[in-house]
Structures are given as C-alpha cells and as structure tokens.
C-alpha cells in the first residue's frame, strides 16, 4: 500500500469572487483550523488597500508580497490558506507549495465573478476599466491552466459556501480514514 502524506493544511485558489474567502472561513471553522487570506494580512501588515499598492507600487510589487506571504503561512499546520486571484500566476509560486498541502481550486464563471464583485463595494483592480466582463474572460483564460494545478476543482458558480465547506472537509476526512 502507498503512503497518503497526511493533509496538514489547505491552499484554496481561484479568480477574484470565486468564494476563496468565505468557503475557506467556513472550512477552517468545520475543521477547528485556523484561517489566512492573504489579500487580507496584506492589507493588515501594509496599512493600504490592495487596490493602492495596486496604483502605488505596481501589480509586480503586489504579487512579490503575495509570493513572500505564502512562503511564510506554508510553515503552518492546521490552517485553511486562501490565495489571492493571481497568486498562481506568479512563476515558482506552486512550486513552492510543500507536501501535506490539498489545494483546491474554487471555479468560477467571468459573468459571475464580475457580478460578485461588482456587487461588494469598489472595483477590485485588476477589473478596472470600461469592460470588466472582457477584463475577466481575458484574466480567466491567462490563468486557467495555473489554476488547473490544484487538486481538487470545484465549480463554485451556484453552489452555496456552507456546500463547498462541507465538500472540502469530507475530501479530508476521507484522505485521513485512508492513512
């Protein structure tokens, strides 16, 4: 019988309003696990929004904080890990994912995306401009394959957060019966 290395953490990527943040809360709730997104230590630790270290610094920049955050939150056990939308696009970045670490991808569709996040509020960067469904159909196409290196896809398009929790949790509690 081949060894399973147990599950030790759980990295959720996906586009932008894909419900990385709200699926991964409620897994890490589900799971006694502790919970970090990463767009928001960024903004704790930087003391700006993404959208001004966006216009501020640069997309570049952005992504090295991004790329820096994920090397130190990998040395945590126990902790539900959600990425920003680009952070799979950053080369080395899934390179750098250590073994122990289920990662899920939270598929979603551009025209939902940019509902979603049209409706919290102001315009996330990389959506910025007269076209945001275009921006996202493009953003989506560039990313898909980096995405497609998770594990475990999930279409997030329709199904309710509590849902995908509970999807994700029995795919752990089933990989931990097989050790």
């Not at 399973?4 to 990295?11: C, K």
């Not at 997309?59 to 945590?76: P, T, V």
Request: net charge negative.
């Amino acid at each position: 019988m081949v060894a399973v290395d147990p599950i030790r953490r759980i990295l959720i990527v996906g586009f932008m309003a894909s419900g990385k943040t709200s699926v991964g809360q409620e897994l890490a709730n589900l799971l006694e696990w502790k919970f970090h997104d990463f767009d928001s230590i960024i903004e704790d630790r930087t003391g700006v929004t993404i959208s001004e270290i966006f216009c501020r610094d640069g997309e570049e920049h952005f992504r090295k904080l991004e790329s820096d955050l994920a090397l130190e939150l990998f040395q945590e056990e126990q902790v539900v890990l959600s990425s920003g939308g680009g952070w799979p696009s950053r080369p080395g970045n899934w390179e750098c994912v250590p073994d122990g670490t289920l990662s899920i991808w939270l598929r979603v569709s551009p025209e939902v995306a940019v509902k979603r996040a049209s409706s919290g509020g102001p315009t996330r960067p990389m959506l910025e401009g007269e076209d945001p469904l275009g921006s996202a159909i493009k953003l989506l196409e560039q990313r898909e394959d980096l995405y497609g290196r998770a594990q475990i896809t999930l279409n997030s398009d329709n199904c309710y957060t509590s849902n995908l929790a509970t999807k994700i949790m029995n795919i752990v509690i089933d990989q931990k019966d097989q050790e």
